[in-house]
């Protein structure tokens, strides 16, 4: 899955200018309000806003017990279950509900970790450069030239799908993306002037990197956190459905479609269509905000 | 009452026979288990009929067959699967058939799944075969026309058909069925084994194989039928390990034409076939992944028969009006394991605990929409004719479970993990049980895995291999197969050291009774020996058995006369476009 | 430009030698008894040895990836370990009916994309341009399994359409294949759309505001004339590099789709061999990355003939 490409388009855009302290924060300030005017941001967190509810609440917010059984089975959409109940006589308002939970747990998680280490990977590759930016440029991009969901695959087939396997395994996959990204902005600041006069002033290669060009390119990076979050929804529920989980009971979106599509043509549509839904929206929502994000930094 | 067919029937028949018909004639069997019972040891149809005549069988035919195949949801008149072909529909035409994608290599010997059995019976052939249809599910003459036992059935003769070629023009002659057999015991194949060992079957006589067994067994007949997949003849030069795919042979209606372990296989038909010619000329195979897939494509239209399907997710083909269900009662079951000897489990009254939190109808409605046996934790089908229905049935009651797990030592409750292999419906068992098992004491956590990995890392670990299966884990469900007679499940599964035996359960009671059962001649004195065994393993509970399901197939309304064994084994000789 | 595609090339040969590495190692991590899954659990242990003597499953790790490399780079990937038939056999149907699937799927998103790409840009900042952004955003949202079960079970079951299952019978003729292929290559279709089609708008939104298209505009030509020799050319490149990098993903949609659709293709091919055939799986690995490389090197090569400045940057 997982284009890459609108970041590093707009990556590239970013005025790589050297900015002092407090230009930031006003610029901060300004791009938050821009943020907040723009319709696709509060769309977005709204609907967040609402997954992150139902993750946060569980049970005190979901009518039953995702694991509760006993209501008769395969029951359309009603008044005493909006979401119908599934083959094995759960409601799946509550199991979908539920869901939010692990993946609001997991996504974040795995985005944010891809995020640091590609950071500090892209942050040596495209400053420090020599052997060690080739050695590590390398091996990114062998990985990514497997595309994510077939490398999942082996990871999963071979490690399972405990929630830390699924943390890490997204990170592993994600972290080339963002390597390719920071270091080619990476590349860019550290011809600039600032960086050089820095050099000069006799600092060390850590200090430029991490007091200088990181506060530089934060644009990028939390453009590229956003984006990555949206995607490992998507891929977790991809991979999730494809290999399948040991855990069937667990209410994780993508193992319901799994376990229920089978069960559309039948017509039993709703235990397959809602959870698909509720990726397709949380990963819309993501998106939404994701692409504002972008742009209001763009601008 | 005419009591002439009797005298006659004394002088033909063995103990066995006469034994069968006075249990009929005095009405402890009903019909249909006579017939079953009678073609096993050997007595022709038309004489069985002669007695059914004798004995005023007549008035209750239809009653009776229709009442025998109690979960038939098959519209009556669309399940002919006697009608001859030649009579039927049109000849020529192709069918296209659904299953599911073979699990390993074609290797007759080796293979364990029903994808498997069914591309290897297309071409390879039992001794005894499937019965005329469902409505007598005995066996019927395969590649032996007439079989008998000698007084105590520790020697059986079979008379093989003459004329019969494989498929590279060869004779086919008891050698074969000698090398086969060596074949099946050498790799300790789980019907036979202890019944007979290499060298057991004599061939001296090319049109008559003689089986001297280690020990008696009525049961033989099954167990070189269709009901223990893995006994198909093959031909002398086979060895373990040999191929369909890599040696094509056979001596059945159908020639392997073409085959891609990864999408299908074609057959064709054999000229040579002894035999009625086939209305078809062959069928081509699509192998499926996915049941999902499966029955979506059939719906279509796509293919014209599953070999298999299961309720959940194939509801749209029982409303499908192109579309003919069979369903038919089987001793498909699935066994909920717990380790007797050691772990949480070691006390029986923990077992019985488990036990008594299955709600054992909501689990039939919600997977099989009652399409199932009850089950009562022992392994004795009410399929089987020996079925005793007289031992208590085992009812929910989750505070009886609480109290019993206090008495154990585990007022608390006690958690565990529920270990599982993906097949069918399993995944939604566990899932059923983890809830029904939560409102008496216990906290299950489900551990499911491919079968890939399944058998061999929970189930049955090859180390440490002495006693089989001591490495089992302490709680499981495994899968089980339909078989004609419970002797796999007795043996295997249950008996002290048996290779199967995962809850490593061991009973000198249940040893008795197994070896009382075995050795037992006659209905009567089978469904005696079954009563003690359904006691004691409902007292020890070594394995819960929660339900025995029926065998789902069906097939297009544009074909007739498809025929299939609860084995996944189709048989498309007698089929033809409507 | 010849050397820089040598440089490519050999760069590739590294990557693909990491990839056969870490396919390797995460394969092996833990000791599997290859011998033991591909006989059966019930079979005995004497067979099962066997098989892994055979295999040479028990050779230390170091001689395993020894021999890999070895066959990969003598084009020699041996037989299937699960079927009867050498790797390339295997491999090399899979591959071909990934490929139909595959350039079915573009030939029906590139032009729909790009039109509306170019479509929503012209109408920048309308309710058209807005609808096609959010029609985009939505559609690459959502995961190619969910469209795949909904495509299946609206069109192929209840209107009955198109066939549900990929694969057509032996033998037939293109147009029933491609009729076959119609629901899959739709699946492919909405995901990529969406990725496209923004693409292109913003590549097209830049070019309209350059000032090369207010110079051409100015001289005189009509729109029609600068979209074609100015806008396009310049506007398209972004669509070019997209289009390239999506090849390679493809093959991992291909996974759930062929699944849901039962075609064995590569997805299907790789996901089935990844606990039990190390051969195939990684011969697949590699088929599908070098096709991801082949593609992303295409993609550069059209930029390059599109773009002369970029054709210095990439040599650089």
């Known amino acids: 899955m997982s284009a890459t490409t609108p970041l590093t388009t707009a990556a590239s855009a970013m005025p790589p200018s050297a900015q002092p302290r407090t230009e930031r924060s006003m610029a901060r300030r300004e791009r938050w309000r821009l943020l907040r005017r723009r319709p696709g941001f509060i769309a977005g967190s709204v ?34 279950h909006l979401f119908g109940t599934d083959q094995l006589g759960r409601d799946v308002l509550s199991r979908v509900m539920a869901g939010a939970r692990d993946v609001l747990l997991v996504s974040p998680f795995a985005a944010l970790l891809s995020v640091i280490i590609g950071t500090l990977l892209g942050l040596i590759g495209g400053y420090i450069r020599g052997i060690a930016d080739e050695v590590v440029s390398r091996v990114m991009e062998a990985v990514l030239a497997i595309p994510v969901i077939l490398m999942g695959l082996l990871v999963f087939s071979t490690f399972g799908t405990s929630k830390t396997v699924k943390i890490l395994t997204i990170a592993f996959l994600f972290t080339p993306i963002v390597f390719r990204t920071v270091r080619s902005v990476t590349l860019a600041e550290a011809e600039l002037d600032y960086v050089t006069s820095a050099r000069l002033r006799g600092e060390g290669p850590l200090y430029i990197m991490t007091r200088e060009i990181v506060p530089n390119i934060t644009g990028p990076i939390v453009v590229e956190l956003t984006v990555r979050v949206g995607y490992a929804i998507f891929t977790l529920a991809t991979l999730v459905f494809v290999v399948g989980g040991g855990r069937p009971e667990e209410p994780e979106w993508g193992n ?31 998106n939404l905000i994701a692409d504002s994000v972008e742009s209001v930094y763009a601008s | 009452m005419d009591w002439k067919p009797f005298d006659r029937a004394r002088a033909t028949v063995g103990p066995e026979g006469l034994d069968l018909i006075e249990s009929y004639s005095k009405g402890r069997i009903n019909r249909r288990d006579f017939v079953r019972r009678g073609t096993v040891i050997g007595l022709s149809v038309p004489f069985l009929g002669a007695v059914i005549a004798a004995c005023g069988g007549d008035d209750d035919t239809t009653s009776d067959d229709t009442a025998a195949d109690g979960g038939s949801d098959t519209t009556p008149g669309t399940d002919t699967g006697t009608e001859p072909a030649d009579t039927g529909g049109a000849t020529g035409g192709i069918i296209r058939v659904a299953t599911q994608k073979p699990a390993g290599p074609l290797d007759p010997v080796g293979m364990q799944d029903l994808g498997t059995y069914g591309i290897v019976a297309q071409c390879f052939e039992f001794l005894t075969t499937l019965g005329d249809s469902e409505m007598s599910p005995g066996v019927a003459p395969g590649l032996a026309e007439t079989w008998e036992s000698n007084e105590d059935g520790s020697v059986w003769t079979f008379h093989l058909r003459q004329g019969v070629k494989w498929h590279d023009g060869t004779d086919f002659t008891s050698a074969d069925v000698a090398a086969t057999m060596d074949r099946l015991a050498e790799a300790n194949n789980s ?16 049109a008559v194989a003689v089986f001297t067994l280690l020990a008696p067994n009525g049961n033989l007949p099954y167990l070189v039928s269709l009901y223990n997949a893995q006994s198909v003849i093959t031909p002398v030069a086979y060895t373990t390990g040999t191929t369909l795919d890599a040696s094509p042979n056979g001596t059945g209606a159908w020639k392997l034409k073409s085959f891609d372990a990864a999408t299908g296989a074609e057959f064709e038909r054999n000229p040579d076939w002894w035999g009625p010619a086939p209305a078809l000329e062959g069928s081509v195979w699509s192998f499926f992944d996915d049941e999902g897939s499966m029955v979506t494509a059939a719906s279509a239209g796509e293919v014209d028969t599953l070999v298999q399907f299961q309720f959940i997710g194939g509801d749209a083909l029982f409303n499908d009006d192109n579309f003919t269900v069979n369903s038919f009662q089987a001793a498909t079951h699935r066994q909920i394991w717990m380790r007797c000897d050691t772990g949480q489990f070691a006390d029986p009254k923990v077992r019985q605990a488990l036990g008594m939190c299955i709600d054992r109808q909501a689990l039939i409605d919600t997977l099989f929409g009652g399409q199932a046996d009850i089950g009562n934790d022992h392994v004795i089908a009410p399929v089987f004719p020996y079925f005793d229905a007289s031992v208590p049935q085992r009812e929910r009651d989750t505070e009886g479970a609480r109290a019993l797990l206090a008495e154990a030592g585990f ?4 958690s565990a993990v529920l270990h599982f292999g993906e097949l069918q419906e399993i995944p939604e068992l566990a899932q059923l049980i983890q809830a029904q098992a939560a ?17 061999g890392a929970q189930w049955c670990p090859g180390e440490p291999a002495d006693p089989p299966c001591s490495g089992a884990a302490e709680l499981g469900i495994v899968d089980y197969g339909h078989r004609a007679t419970p002797d796999v499940y007795l043996n295997a599964a249950l008996s002290t050291g048996g290779v199967w035996n995962s809850s490593q359960y061991s009973s000198p009671a249940f040893d008795a009774a197994f070896a009382d059962f075995s050795a037992a001649i006659g209905v009567e004195a089978q469904t005696a020996a079954c009563k003690v065994i359904e006691e004691i393993l409902l007292e020890d509970t070594p394995v819960i058995v929660p339900y025995f399901y029926n065998y789902i197939s069906g097939f297009s309304n544009n074909f007739t006369g498809v025929r299939v064994s609860a084995l996944g084994q189709m048989f498309l000789d007698q089929a033809a476009a409507a | 430009m010849t050397r820089y595609v040598l440089r490519r090339l050999a760069l590739s040969i590294i990557t693909l030698f990491l990839i056969i590495l870490i396919v390797f190692l995460i394969n092996n991590v833990f000791p599997s008894d290859i011998g033991r899954r591909l006989a059966g659990p019930f079979a005995p242990q004497v067979q099962v040895d066997e098989i892994n003597e055979k295999l040479g499953t028990n050779d230390p790790l170091i001689n395993q990836f020894g021999r890999l490399v070895k066959g990969v780079a003598t084009f020699d990937y041996g037989d299937s370990y699960a079927q009867n038939r050498p790797v390339s056999d295997v491999i090399g149907q899979a591959f071909w009916r990934s490929m139909k699937l595959l350039v079915y799927a573009l030939v029906l998103t590139i032009p729909l994309s790009v039109m509306a790409g170019i479509f929503a840009a012209r ?12 029609l985009g955003v939505a559609s690459s949202s959502i995961p190619e399994f969910v469209s795949s079960v909904i495509l299946q079970a609206v069109i192929g079951v209840k209107l009955g359409w198109f066939h549900v299952v990929a694969k057509a019978p032996d033998g037939a003729s293109i147009l029933t294949q491609l009729s076959y292929l119609t629901l899959p290559a739709l699946a492919l279709v909405i995901v990529y759309f969406g990725y496209i089609a923004r693409m292109t708008r913003a590549g097209v939104i830049a070019a309209l505001d350059a000032d090369y298209t207010r110079t051409a505009t100015m001289k005189g030509l009509s729109t029609t004339q600068v979209l074609r020799r100015h806008v396009l050319r310049n506007g398209l490149q972004p669509t070019v590099s997209v289009v390239g990098v999506q090849i390679g993903y493809v093959m991992g949609s291909l996974v759930a789709i062929e699944k849901i659709f039962n075609y064995p293709g590569l997805g299907l091919t790789i996901f089935n061999a990844a606990s039990k055939d190390p051969p195939v799986l990684v011969a697949g690995v590699l088929v599908v990355a070098t096709v991801y490389m082949l593609a992303t090197l295409a993609s550069d090569l059209v930029l390059a003939w599109m773009n002369p400045r970029a054709r210095l940057e990439v040599s650089r």
Not at chain 2, 439 to 455: H, P, R, V
């Open chain 1, 256 to 286: 319901m479609v799994s376990q229920t599509y089978g069960l559309i043509q039948g017509g039993t549509w709703w235990p397959a269509i809602f959870p698909a839904l509720a990726i397709a929206s949380l990963v819309i929502a993501v």
């Open chain 2, 191 to 206: 019907g036979l084994n202890g019944v007979i060992e290499a060298g057991s079957v004599d061939a001296s006589d090319p």
């Open chain 2, 411 to 414: 007022p608390d409750g006690l």
């Open chain 2, 439 to 455: 409102e008496g004491g216990f906290t299950l956590e489900l551990a499911g895995e491919s079968l890939d990995t399944f058998y």
């Open chain 3, 123 to 134: 109408r920048h900042g309308t309710v058209p341009d807005r609808a096609v952004v959010t």
């Open chain 1, 47 to 80: 609907v967040l806003l609402f997954w992150v509810v139902c993750a946060v609440g569980g049970e005190r917010v979901s009518p039953h017990g995702p694991l509760q059984t006993g209501f008769p089975s395969s029951q359309a959409p009603s008044g005493s």
